[in-house]
């Protein structure tokens, strides 16, 4: 029987194209006593995700360079990495709830990564 919920949400994947957010977010999740991972676009998070298998949240923005945009990736990754935690964030896009994967939220930008880090605690506990 599959795994219902992540084993260890202490490791993340950002997927931001943007590279001072990236950073930002990076330095914040560090500070939160998280191990991060960075991709700029959706084919270096595939890889990330195949290789890393400890990454149990993925963050990624919605408009992304490459063979995939961030909501195909979203999709991808809850189909082949159920448990992951998805947060899948935009400054242009606005998006219901019917166009993300199940169990995924969706954070306008500007965020706080404070928020940010109270959502990921709370898809945790569900």
Do not use: C, W
Not at 95 to 110: E, G
Request: charged share 25%; glycine share 4%; no cysteine.
């Amino acid at each position: 029987m599959g795994q219902g919920k992540p084993i260890n949400t202490s490791t993340i994947l950002i997927v931001e194209d943007e590279a001072i957010i990236r950073f930002e977010l990076t330095d914040y999740f560090q500070d939160a006593g998280y191990v991060v991972f960075e991709a700029s676009d959706a084919d270096e998070a595939l890889s990330i995700l195949e290789h890393e298998t400890s990454v149990r949240v993925v963050l990624t923005d919605i408009q992304l360079p490459g063979s995939m945009d961030g909501l195909k990736l979203a999709h991808y990754v809850r189909d082949r990495y159920p448990p992951t935690v998805l947060l899948v964030t935009s400054g242009l896009a606005q998006l219901n709830a019917d166009a993300l994967p199940a169990n995924s939220q969706f954070i306008a930008k500007p965020f706080d990564p404070a928020r940010m880090l109270r959502q990921i605690d709370a898809m945790t506990r569900d």
